[in-house]
């Protein structure tokens, strides 16, 4: 089984940081591929840019990545499926597409709000 992350949220805009966390999973050896996830506009989130222009930042920083990374892949399923996703569907759909459940990687915004998720 490999050792896989999931990178999912919606890079609002992608930065330097986002690039930062997969290098150094990356170059470390934390895991064996990072699987970059974005998502399409969240009710929970206060986008800064539009989604047209997310978008196209999102596929310019992922050719970036793959240039340098050929163990990151790029999927597109939540950001072409608008719709407010958490993360219990994203680990549901990840799971049933690779036949294990793979590690997740959280944004600081993320971690902060998380005494708050609601689990059913």
Do not use: C
């Not at 609002?12 to 986002?18: A, Q």
């Not at 050896?29 to 196209?56: A, C, G, H, L, M």
Request: charged share 20%; proline share 5%.
């Amino acid at each position: 089984m490999e050792n896989i992350a999931i990178y999912w949220g919606a890079f609002n805009p992608p930065t330097i940081w986002h690039k930062l966390v997969i290098e150094k999973l990356l170059t470390q050896n934390e895991v064996s591929k990072i699987i970059f996830s974005p998502d399409w506009e969240r009710r929970d989130k206060n986008y800064q840019i539009n989604s047209t222009d997310r978008i196209k930042m999102l596929q310019i920083f992922f050719a970036e990545l793959k240039q340098r990374w050929l163990n990151v892949d790029f999927e597109d399923y939540f950001l072409k499926n608008p719709w407010n996703t958490t993360t219990i569907e994203v680990e549901n759909y990840f799971k049933n597409k690779l036949w294990f459940s793979p590690h997740h990687i959280f944004g600081i915004d993320t971690i902060v709000g998380m005494p708050n998720w609601v689990w059913n």
